[in-house]
């Protein structure tokens, strides 16, 4: 579910894609009261998570209010497995070989010894597990805040 900011467009996307299904969308006016928009009402280009007031729309939004926080999407996004993405597919596989292998650390450990048992951990958000090839793979996929 996103909770958004409107920003007086016709227009929106949703945070994650592919977005297979939305449940609702509701708007908040500057009231409190909350409208639910009918599907009717906009179009939803699944693969980017756009969505569109339609120019024929006869209900009370054509477009998405300026306001904070007044939007809500319920939506279902992301992939199943038959549909992932090949490079997708590679790149899963190849974490788990990192994993495997032993050649890089699990995330978030910085080093480890087995003899009177010491860790010690990585600060912040470091994830060892995704290399640079995994990391090249996943950028093309990551949304862009628009």
Same mark, same amino acid.
């Given at each position: 579910?996103? &909770?958004?900011? =409107?920003k007086?467009? +016709?227009?929106?996307?949703?945070?994650?894609?592919?977005?297979?299904?939305?449940?609702?969308?509701?708007?908040?006016?500057s009231a409190g009261?909350?409208?639910?928009? +009918?599907?009717s009402?906009?179009?939803l280009?699944?693969?980017?998570g756009?969505? &569109?007031?339609?120019? +024929?729309a006869?209900?009370l939004?054509?477009?998405?209010?300026?306001?904070? %926080?007044?939007?809500?999407?319920?939506?279902t996004? =992301?992939?199943?497995?038959?549909?992932?993405?090949q490079?997708?597919?590679?790149? &899963?596989? $190849?974490? %788990?070989?990192?994993?495997?292998? =032993?050649?890089?650390?699990?995330?978030?450990?910085?080093s480890?010894? *087995?003899? +009177?048992?010491?860790?010690?951990?990585? *600060?912040?958000?470091e994830?060892? *597990?995704?290399?640079?090839? &995994?990391?090249?793979?996943? $950028? $093309?996929?990551?949304?862009?805040?628009?």
């Amino acid at each position: 579910m996103d &909770v958004v900011n =409107g920003k007086g467009a +016709d227009w929106m996307y949703t945070r994650n894609i592919p977005v297979s299904t939305i449940s609702y969308l509701r708007i908040t006016d500057s009231a409190g009261t909350v409208t639910s928009v +009918d599907t009717s009402e906009y179009y939803l280009y699944e693969d980017t998570g756009k969505i &569109v007031f339609r120019e +024929d729309a006869n209900g009370l939004y054509t477009h998405f209010p300026k306001g904070n %926080a007044n939007i809500t999407i319920s939506y279902t996004a =992301g992939y199943t497995a038959a549909l992932m993405p090949q490079e997708i597919q590679t790149a &899963v596989i $190849q974490v %788990a070989k990192n994993m495997y292998s =032993g050649s890089v650390i699990p995330a978030g450990i910085k080093s480890e010894k *087995l003899g +009177d048992w010491n860790a010690s951990y990585l *600060l912040g958000t470091e994830n060892i *597990l995704i290399d640079s090839m &995994v990391d090249g793979i996943l $950028q $093309q996929y990551k949304t862009q805040n628009l």
